[in-house]
């Protein structure tokens, strides 16, 4: 394959989860204004792992959907913990930016969301897998 060929193909891998992840930040910003209280608190923290598994893929579109959850749940729990240091405390004080990104206070419920939004992650990765192959297949055989 030429290295332009390599280079659409490259691209195309990273079309799907770029556009998921703009789609998940778009729910992630308006979740608040449909959703109340905890379930809106929540389904952000789910949507946050969902986006980084998104972003996983965007930047290296090979990874197996199971590698991208593991590590989409790894750094939104790391980013959790980290909030114990009161540094991302300090940065949202002075930034929206970091204030979305890295949160402000530890919140321990949060963690098991982190899985729920990584694992969805995961399965709409393998529904989206599944979808092409099934249409390559068809589109190859007419």
Same mark, same amino acid.
């Given at each position: 394959?030429?290295?332009?060929?390599?280079?659409?193909?490259?691209?195309?891998?990273?079309?799907? +989860?770029?556009?998921?992840?703009?789609?998940?930040?778009?729910?992630?910003?308006?979740?608040?204004?449909?959703?109340?209280?905890?379930?809106?608190?929540?389904?952000?923290? $789910?949507?946050?792992?969902?986006?980084?598994?998104?972003?996983?893929?965007?930047?290296? +579109?090979?990874?197996?959907?199971?590698?991208?959850?593991?590590?989409?749940? $790894?750094?939104?729990?790391?980013?959790?913990?980290?909030?114990?240091?009161?540094? +991302?405390?300090?940065?949202?004080?002075?930034?929206?930016?970091?204030?979305?990104?890295?949160?402000?206070?530890?919140?321990?419920?949060?963690?098991?969301?982190?899985?729920?939004?990584?694992?969805?992650?995961?399965?709409?990765?393998?529904?989206?897998?599944?979808?092409?192959?099934?249409?390559?297949?068809?589109?190859?055989?007419?």
């Amino acid at each position: 394959m030429s290295g332009e060929g390599t280079a659409l193909a490259a691209l195309r891998r990273r079309a799907a +989860p770029a556009v998921a992840a703009v789609l998940t930040v778009a729910a992630g910003l308006s979740v608040r204004s449909v959703l109340d209280g905890d379930v809106a608190k929540y389904a952000g923290d $789910a949507l946050y792992a969902l986006l980084i598994f998104w972003l996983v893929l965007v930047v290296a +579109p090979r990874t197996r959907g199971w590698v991208a959850a593991v590590v989409a749940c $790894a750094v939104s729990v790391g980013v959790e913990l980290f909030q114990l240091t009161g540094i +991302p405390a300090e940065l949202g004080a002075h930034s929206m930016l970091a204030r979305l990104v890295l949160g402000t206070t530890f919140n321990a419920p949060d963690l098991p969301f982190y899985a729920v939004g990584a694992l969805v992650g995961w399965g709409l990765h393998g529904l989206a897998v599944r979808s092409g192959r099934r249409f390559r297949g068809r589109s190859a055989r007419r």
